[in-house]
């Protein structure tokens, strides 16, 4: 399967501080990314799609200017969490498609823990 | 709303036996079919997927595709308490890489 990678693996930071999480495809590109967000035993929640070269898609209830999200290559996607609080303390979870016959397959990063105190 | 259910559980089956894990989906757009297992702490990881009606084999596990009955499952054969984990299922339309998730089942395998 395709390798998709993230950085860090986990952060603390203070409150109202910023955050970036990288996410890579390491063997193949990808236009589309996608950000998730996992609260503790709860599931999946899509935050974004990222787009190379243009703006990211927010999911309703997301805020564009908390999350900034930026595609600058075909194989980065950043997801910076700006003036960070503690209710952002959370699982990261990147993912990236890899197209293949009928249907995109999507690998998942590592994902990145991050604590706000 | 384009939804992906499955039963929470926890399913909770003893070594050695079958586990057996479904999962229905409301949007008929749907094409494809996911099965990502997550551990506790960690990222979903990719099973398999199916995309024709009928069984996909792939060693232990094996997916069933109901596109009539908006169905897929997934069978673990000879569980072993190491598939202990989260099973998540997932659709997308053609044409579309977006997933839609399930809110995931949880497997225990005792042993």
């Known amino acids: 399967g395709a390798v998709v990678s993230q950085h860090p693996s986990w952060v603390i930071c203070k409150s109202g501080t910023s955050v970036k999480i990288e996410c890579r495809s390491l063997?193949?590109?990808?236009?589309?990314m996608f950000w998730y967000r996992q609260f503790p035993k709860q599931s999946l929640m899509l935050m974004a799609t990222?787009?190379?070269?243009?703006?990211?898609?927010?999911e309703q209830g997301v805020e564009k200017d908390k999350f900034l999200i930026n595609h600058a290559s075909l194989t980065l996607s950043t997801l910076t969490v700006t003036s960070a609080h503690p209710e952002d303390s959370s699982f990261y979870i990147c993912?990236?498609?890899?197209?293949?016959?009928?249907?995109?397959?999507?690998?998942f990063g590592p994902g990145t823990r991050l604590t706000v105190l | 709303q384009k939804e992906v259910e499955q039963n929470s559980g926890p399913l909770s089956v003893p070594e050695g036996a079958i586990a057996s894990l479904n999962c229905t989906y409301s949007?008929?757009?749907?094409?494809?079919f996911f099965w990502y297992r997550q551990y506790s702490g960690k990222s979903p990881e990719l099973i398999m997927f199916i995309y024709s009606n009928g069984d996909k084999e792939d060693g232990r596990f094996t997916a069933q595709l109901n596109k009539a009955s908006q169905y897929v499952s997934l069978l673990i054969r000879d569980s072993q308490p190491s598939d202990s984990a989260t099973y998540l299922c997932?659709?997308?339309?053609?044409?579309?890489?977006?997933?839609?998730f399930g809110k995931g089942t949880m497997l225990l395998v005792s042993p």
């Open positions: 997932a659709v997308n339309r053609a044409g579309y890489s977006t997933l839609t």
């Open positions: 990222s787009n190379e070269g243009s703006k990211a898609t927010y």
């Open positions: 949007d008929r757009g749907s094409q494809s």
């Open positions: 063997d193949f590109q990808a236009t589309t």
């Open positions: 993912s990236a498609p890899l197209a293949g016959g009928l249907t995109d397959t999507q690998y």
